[in-house]
Nanobody, 115 residues
C-alpha cells in the first residue's frame, strides 16, 4: 500500500524558513513525478512545485525564487525548502506522487506564517 508521509510543518515568522519532507513508501519511487500542493483557508488546493523523474522542476509564480523542491531517490523522499515565508503561504501542504493513472496523496502538514 502506498503511503506518503509529510513532516516539517509548523509555525514560522514572516521572512523565516521551513523545510518540508515527504517520505514515500512506494515501489520505484524514482519514476514518479513528485509534487507539493497547498490549500489555504477558504481556498482551493493549488500547485506549489513539482519535480519529475529527470529532476525537471516547475514552480507556481507565487513561490518562484523562494521555494526549492528536491528529491532523494535513495531515501524515497521529496523536500520543499521554503524561504522568505509570507503570511499568504499559510496553508496545509500536501505531497503528491503521480505517474500516468497513478496518483497518490499524503495527509498534509500545516504551515502557519505569522506577520
Amino acid at each position: 500500500q502506498v503511503q506518503l508521509v509529510e513532516s516539517g510543518g509548523g509555525l514560522a515568522q514572516s521572512g523565516g524558513s521551513l523545510r518540508l519532507s515527504c517520505a514515500a513508501s512506494i515501489t520505484r519511487f524514482g519514476i514518479y513525478t513528485m509534487g507539493w500542493f497547498r490549500q489555504g483557508p477558504g481556498k482551493q488546493r493549488e500547485l506549489v512545485a513539482t519535480i519529475t523523474s529527470g529532476n525537471t522542476t516547475n514552480y507556481s509564480d507565487s513561490v518562484k525564487c523562494r521555494f526549492t523542491i528536491s528529491r532523494d531517490n535513495n531515501k524515497n523522499t521529496v523536500y520543499l525548502q521554503m524561504n522568505s515565508l509570507k503570511p499568504e503561504d499559510t496553508a496545509v501542504y500536501y505531497c503528491n506522487a503521480n505517474r500516468f493513472m497513478f496518483d497518490y496523496w499524503g495527509q498534509g502538514t500545516q504551515v502557519t506564517v505569522s506577520s
